[in-house]
């Protein structure tokens, strides 16, 4: 019994794991998603589970703590919102489907069941479609199959308190619109799991459905796992991607074991469901402790009948879905890197943006097309994303101003014409970064409603570039630097080109005292004049 | 065990309905329907003597997936017995076998499908119900517990336990 439990319980999973060409892994994903609602599925109360963690029981009506008497009524917002999902994932979207009652008995579960939809689920069939150029995974091209989609309400929380031998309930959460996603068993490699909840998570993002978070648990994943088509695995409890990647990692490793050691015929005859404490997987139940559901449709709700013409016009209104916009924004004209591409079109995260994504994308397109009437093929593209990405978002971030205020004052014919200055090396880098965080803070503070004079703003604070420098004022500047230099080693370094990126320090210290309106090889070649550098 | 159970459900004992004479006039139909043909204790009595218990290992298992105690198990063995009699009657009853299962609630079997605007208006369109508790801290759920702790309902480990 001990050697077993070494072997096949707990051993760590190894650092250079890999997968081995005789034993075949073969997972399939079941995905918790939260939707955010404004209001719970069954009922009015707010959909807030998070925000008011320290309130318990504050967003509970009388249906969620499940007061006897009390009914469910539909939320459709939750209708629209899967129908949004099942057609991005091409899903046959079930004109009649129905909820089901799954009983089982828990401290989070108040009712004594969780209404899902058992019998005839919302959605079923439907793929998502995995490639190495936009996804990462080694192989050209997979199709993940979709298997259903369902919608169930969620369970409260249990904070479990061992010391004190109780557990608390938290109602919050109970009733929470849920849609679990379930795929058929076709990811052979971690990298293709890793990148389909990824894929996964900016859908519903970019759908507008869910946050998407892991951490959070607006997003949770199981994992059904199979060696060599032995009896499959389920993982729970994962609940963020390095969890998710362990767990499989380990179970994988020890369904390898076991197999090499002639035992699958006793220890993977049958399906068992183990959960992941941080280090190992562990057993939670098997065949004979599997839990009888006694499924049965919820006689107190209608069925949810949708017309075809619902569906199509949903359809329609979806927007263009993440990989048809990254595919676009890499060819001609955009020719944006892939990783440009990502950060205009995917969410990083559901929350705490400055911006929505299709905002974002919006100011670009527009900036970009702008750029392109007023410059043609001149128009430096690159610059433009850059400045965009770096430093418009930058200054977004650092000043908490929403990207719909910053439009305001900088639309993105504004935005376009800066880069343009900055192009055209009328005003320098530095110049326009001081500009434009000088109209963004002025924004925030609400001293700047209208759209920016570029102009009129460089010339009252003087940021224009100077396109003649005085040649002794700028020695002298430059004299002024080398004299307030304390390391002498440096400056022979410099003359000697053994320290040649000393160089750029001086050149640093010479533009922050320009306000970088001197051109940088301005500086460097008085420098190096100077100090007799003659390489 | 669940077989069984479904044995006992499903074991359909026909009681056939005999065609009567056509009904003359509208009052006569009305006082057919006003007449019981049947009662229902009478209705529940048959067969009494042949009524199979469901086994004490079943009633506990049932007992336990449901969170309750154990130790009404022999009364409610007795309980569950009569309701399981209960719906062998009820399936000796003459029904549309081409009903659609689906229908088996008690809401209306016709009603107009979902259009495009319920659902976009769906959020809009819903009122917090006060008389719910819909609105948030419009009423303090954990003030009917027993036991409470910061705002938390309280779950003893005795009931966790028996999960």
New interface residues.
Partial sequence: MLKFSRNYGFKAVKRDFQLLPEFKLKCGLEIHTQLN???KLF????N?AFA?AN?????????D?S?PG?QPKL???A??YA?RLGLALKSNIN??S?FDRK?????DQPL?FQITQHF?PFARGGSVELTKVLNGIDQEQIQIDITQLQIEQDTGK??YKDSE???????NRSNVPLIEMVTEPCFSDLKQIRSFIKKYQNLVRHLGISTGDLETGAMRVDVNLSVNNHCRVELKNLPNTSSIMNAIKFEYERQVDIIRNGLAKTLLAEPETRGWDGTSTVKLRSKETS??Y?YM???????????A??VA??KA?LPVLPDETIKLLMEKPYRLSLKDAKILTLNASGHGQQYTQKELLDFYLQAFNSALENNGEKANQRLLTNWIIHELLGDLNRLGLPLREAIAVVPPTKFAELVTLIQEEKISNASGKLLLFHILEQTRDGSLTQPADLHGIIEKFDLGARSVVDDEELLKVCSEILSSVTDPMMLSGITSGKRKNSLKYLVGQGMRLSQGRVKAKLFEDTFKKLLNANW | M?TKLCTLLFTRSYRRSSIGPKFKDLAEIKQYVATPQWSINEFMEQDTNVQELPSVEMVE?LLK???LPLQDAESLRSKLGHQLVFLDKLLTLDVKEDTD????????RS?K????E???N??EN????VS??????SW???K?ANKK?????????S??K??
Avoid at chain 2, 132 to 137: A, I
């Fill in positions: 609602t404004r209001h009922s009015y109360s707010t807030d008011s309130l318990p029981n504050h967003h509970a009506s009388f249906f703590v007061l009390t939320n459709l917002e209708i629209l129908t004109l009649n129905q009983h089982y008995f828990y401290g004594g005839s249990s904070v031998k109780v557990s608390l309930i938290d109602l839990i009888d006694r449709p919820d006689a107190e709700l209608p069925l949810v009948r949708l017309s013409d619902a016009r949903v209104s | 669940r298992r997936l449901s969170g299962p689906k229908n088996a609630r008690i809401l209306p009603f499908p979902l259009e495009f319920d659902l976009v769906a959020a819903q009122i917090q119900d719910l508790g819909e609105r948030s801290g303090e759920s954990v009917l702790q910061d705002g938390f309902f309280v779950l003893r480990e009931l966790l028996r999960k």
